[in-house]
């Protein structure tokens, strides 16, 4: 088999290209590795034309869990199925990438397959798959501008490039940047109130290093002898016709899009409008076999008047000013059995969220090739057709829900309490109930009231905003507050900028065109910033600090941490005494390995039962201390007494009375209640206990009495001393 490799030092790790014949069929491929972790990179095109409007590209990135050594999966299907969360949204983060920078007329089938064969838990995955898919296109037949991608993260003031996982989790923040040698075009950030001004910085920080990596694809791909497509056209366009339809657009175009009647549902009415207006007249004039090129010229004359409009004369579509919010507003407590609930209205755009609050047990739990863990904190985002007046059918949730409700719950994590402060697993939904435009920056304002609303303990409120972009070849462009759908469709970006009034915790940047300059990333997230803050004002109005109880139709969670050595004790042989105590109590109870209890039900009094009886059991019993017991058991020579829910003790004879008793069951009886003390705790832990030291006094039969000499006595006390 012939080889070529390629090998660069790259942040003091090995980073390894590998070209072959190991996937003959497939136009190109490339295995990639950095140190231990290797993805194998396939591309496959078509001959045929497809007859769309845009490139019909496909990224699925395919985890395998032999490349971390693990079986997972269900029990009973032992295999790889429905792709993780994450392989989801690493999928699309590629997607997003490369996609703007493929030929935009190119209309034949790409499918670019990413296959994780091994990961080594230091370096990541996307990093690699993002390098094998650039070189897979730039090796392939398809026009495409070469790309590359890097991961920073600060930790202690540092700026840590290629970080691991590890360090990822102690960092201040996370973030990944891709582009071209020339701009750059995907952000992907998450953090705690993160400054605009140290965004900026990293990103030239992550500029620079994207510029080498580029540089080496460069030396690589000079190896090759490439051969590219030659682009054109999908279906050429009759002069006369293009005539007549531009002669109806010059005269009806501007003065529907632009019109100052704020009746209809602004833009998308308008050009619903236009289209219809459009389709009428071709019909009337027998051209309705040519309906679809019209709507493609009708296409591109929207974009060009959408783009003009506001770089020349800094006109939108629905005439605001290029700063401008659309109209807010909120409500919360909207449904009445709901834990918390919040409407956020923007515009066109509807987003209801919906807190749920559950035990600790009802945590997600994430198993995938990278890594396993536990969420308590989860926001899942619903896109139902309704909400763009469509019909369609509901089949779970697809990747771009999937894309939308992650991101929204990355901006809102960095202020969800810990366990110790608020112990329930945390479940948000948001629905989209009508949309146009930015409605995962929705989700996150919604979410944000809908947290308060429901009494958890949010320190401040974070909300969203989609920011976006026109420019022209010549260099001019103008910056978007708050994009609507067609400025989104017609527009060149969508930078969403989630966070609270002091900081961003969430960036994501897609863009149409190659990419952004350093400038328009500075100016963009000023702009930004203004904005959000002006949202979380409106927020606060309606609700401006958590509520300090929650919902009465919420469960009831107390917490309280015991030794790690008495959770056996807790639980019990074979878990007998944990499940007595949850079914005396009808609780739920979780025990984790730290000695962290949770406590979970719906009656307080019932918890409260159920927290005392844990505390009793994983006391530590000290020398002098009084309990109330229960005789368990009765002997010639003592008793056994059940104290302080699962201890046990024994009361021997000679400390029931000052009296000598010659008949111990003429005093005692089983199941009698009365006071103890711990007199003695023997190193294995034995206990004895006392009742004539308690001070009470306990009736004995005349019968049954004999005087203790005192020199009896003396010796019996000196012996218990010694």
Not at 24 to 49: G, K, P, R
Not at 476 to 495: A, N, R, S, V, W
Not at 666 to 687: A, N, T
């Amino acid at each position: 088999m012939t080889k070529k490799e390629f090998e660069l030092d790259y942040q003091n790790r090995k980073l390894k290209v590998e070209f072959s014949n190991l996937t003959e069929q497939a136009n190109s491929s490339c295995l990639v590795s950095y140190e231990e972790t290797v993805a194998l990179v396939t591309l496959v095109t078509t001959d045929e034309i497809k007859n769309t409007d845009f490139v019909p590209l496909t990224v699925d990135y395919e985890e395998k869990y032999y490349a971390a050594g693990k079986i997972y999966g269900s029990r009973f299907v032992r295999r790889e199925s429905r792709p993780t969360e994450t392989a989801i949204l690493t999928g699309r983060l590629i997607d997003r990438i490369i996609r703007p920078l493929i030929d935009q007329n190119y209309r034949k089938n790409i499918q670019i397959v990413i296959t994780v064969l091994s990961i080594d838990n230091e370096n990541d995955p996307d990093f690699v798959g993002l390098l094998g898919a650039s070189l897979a296109l730039a090796l392939s037949r398809v026009p495409f501008k070469i790309t590359s991608g890097v991961r920073l993260a600060r930790k202690d003031q540092e700026l840590i490039v290629m970080p691991s996982y590890e360090q990822r989790e102690e960092c201040a923040f996370d973030a990944f940047f891709a582009g071209t040698e020339n701009k750059i075009n995907m952000i992907e950030l998450f953090g705690k109130e993160i400054q605009e001004s140290e965004v900026y910085q990293v990103s030239q920080t992550a500029f620079e290093e994207i510029k080498k990596l580029i540089n080496w694809e460069k030396e690589i791909i000079s190896n090759f002898e490439i051969e590219k497509e030659e682009v054109r056209e999908v279906q050429e366009i009759n002069p006369d016709f293009s005539k007549l339809v531009n002669e109806f657009l010059n005269q009806n175009l501007e003065k529907t899009l632009y019109s100052t009647d704020k009746g209809d549902n602004w833009s998308k009415d308008r050009i619903t409008r236009i289209t219809q207006e459009l389709k009428e007249y071709l019909i009337s004039n027998n051209l309705e076999d040519n309906l679809e090129l019209g709507l493609r010229i009708l296409d591109k004359r929207i974009d060009d008047l959408i783009h003009f409009k506001a770089i020349k004369e800094n006109k939108r579509i629905d005439n605001r000013e290029l700063n401008e919010l659309r109209p807010i507003e909120t409500q919360i407590d909207i449904l009445p059995r709901a834990h918390g609930s919040a409407l956020f209205l923007r515009g066109l755009t509807h987003a209801l969220s919906v807190v749920t609050l559950g035990s600790p047990s009802d945590y997600l739990l994430v198993q995938g090739m990278e890594l396993t863990s536990e969420k308590r904190f989860m926001h899942h985002y619903n896109f139902p057709p309704f909400s763009t007046g469509e019909i369609g059918s509901f089949r779970g949730p697809g990747r771009r829900e999937i894309g939308h409700g992650a991101l929204a719950e990355k901006a809102l994590t960095p202020f969800i309490p810990d366990s110790e402060e608020f112990p329930y697993t945390i479940r948000v939904v948001t629905e989209i109930l009508s949309s146009n435009g930015s409605t995962s920056m929705a989700s996150v304002c919604a979410s944000s009231m809908a947290l308060m609303a429901a009494g958890v303990p949010l320190k401040k409120h974070l909300a969203g905003i989609a920011m976006g972009l026109m420019a022209n070849e010549s260099g001019e462009y103008k910056i978007l507050t708050d994009i609507q759908g067609p400025e989104d469709h017609f527009g060149d970006m969508d930078f969403k900028v989630a966070g609270t009034k002091d900081g961003i915790t969430a960036i994501q940047l897609d863009v149409k065109i190659e990419g952004l300059t350093l400038e328009i990333i500075k100016e963009t997230l000023d702009q930004a910033k203004k904005a959000r803050i002006q949202i979380i004002e409106k927020m606060e109005q309606t609700i401006d600090k958590p509520r300090e109880k929650i919902s009465k139709y919420a469960p009831i969670v107390k917490m309280l941490k015991i030794s790690k050595e008495k959770i056996g004790e807790i639980i019990g042989s074979g878990g007998r005494n944990i499940h007595s105590i949850i079914e005396k109590t009808n609780t739920t109870i979780d025990i984790k390995e730290d000695g962290t209890v949770y406590i979970t039900g719906t009656d307080e009094n019932s918890v409260n039962e159920a927290l005392k009886i844990i505390e009793d059991n994983s006391r530590e019993i000290t020398q002098g201390e009084i309990f109330e017991g229960k005789i368990s058991k009765l002997y010639d020579f003592g008793a056994v007494v059940d104290f302080a829910n699962n201890h046990q003790g024994l009361l021997h004879i000679s400390e029931i009375s000052p009296t000598y008793i010659t008949n111990i069951n003429d005093v005692l009886k089983i199941g009698q209640i009365l006071p103890v003390k711990v007199i003695e705790i023997s190193p294995e832990g034995k206990i004895k206990l006392s009742l004539k030291e308690t001070g009470a006094k306990i009736k004995v039969p005349d019968n049954n009495r004999k005087p203790t000499s005192k020199k009896f006595e003396s010796k019996r006390n000196f012996n218990r001393q010694k």
